[in-house]
């Protein structure tokens, strides 16, 4: 992985949930209708969520490639919950950042160190995660680890599960966090990860 992909992810997704604690508090209406699909970079990707979620296009920025997913009931005027509610974030890196596939166990070998540690922390401190678990497969590392810096949005628990993976030719990040009212545990986690990754996969074939 290249480390200037790196530090531009871990921006976005600090930005991204700062924004969203502040669109909680706004009192822009929300839209009809839930958003499942949004195109990033004019068209060149595309985020979609796993089933009951919807896309915040509040605080979305798909000019940057980011894009932020929570329950469809609380983003829309849908009566609709997924089965295990969390936050999801996904961003896309820059046309030619891929670095993951071929390069898997390179890149749990950077988890599992303190320069990994780092790259996982919200604060930057490696000393404040703890890595719980990696999971790998063609192309994508999933790692769950706890930070214990104090979330970006109050409410989020500290445990997440973090993906990455290529799509399109760039670094993709796609992060799963639960709510310290309903904490994921692994499996719940594990299984709306994977389903997080598979949208994103669907939706950009090749």
């Known amino acids: 992985m290249r480390p200037s992909g790196r530090r531009r992810i871990g921006r976005g997704w ?33 985020a979609r969520s796993p089933e009951g979620y919807c896309i915040d296009s509040r605080t979305s920025r798909p000019e940057t490639g980011f894009a932020v997913m929570g329950g469809c009931a609380l983003l829309s005027r849908l009566a609709i919950m997924p089965q295990v509610e969390a936050l999801i974030t996904v961003q896309f890196g820059a046309t030619g950042s891929a670095s993951v596939e071929g390069a898997e166990r390179d890149l749990v070998a950077l988890l ?88 994103i996969r669907g939706a950009n074939p090749g």
């Open 14 to 46: 600090i930005a991204g949930l700062a924004l969203l604690a502040l669109a909680a508090c706004d009192a822009l209406p929300l839209p009809e209708t839930g958003i499942r699909a949004m195109a990033m970079y004019d068209g060149s990707v595309t």
């Open 112 to 199: 599992r160190s303190a320069r990994g540690a780092a790259l996982l922390s919200s604060s930057g401190v490696p000393e404040g995660v703890l890595v719980e678990g990696i999971e790998t497969g063609p192309g994508v590392v999933l790692v769950r680890f706890t930070d214990t810096a104090p979330p970006i949005a109050a409410g989020l628990e500290r445990t997440e599960w973090r993906a990455f993976l290529d799509v399109a030719g760039r670094l993709t990040t796609i992060t799963v966090r639960g709510f310290e009212r309903a904490p994921l545990d692994r499996d719940r986690g594990l299984a709306l990860m994977t389903d997080a990754v598979r949208q």
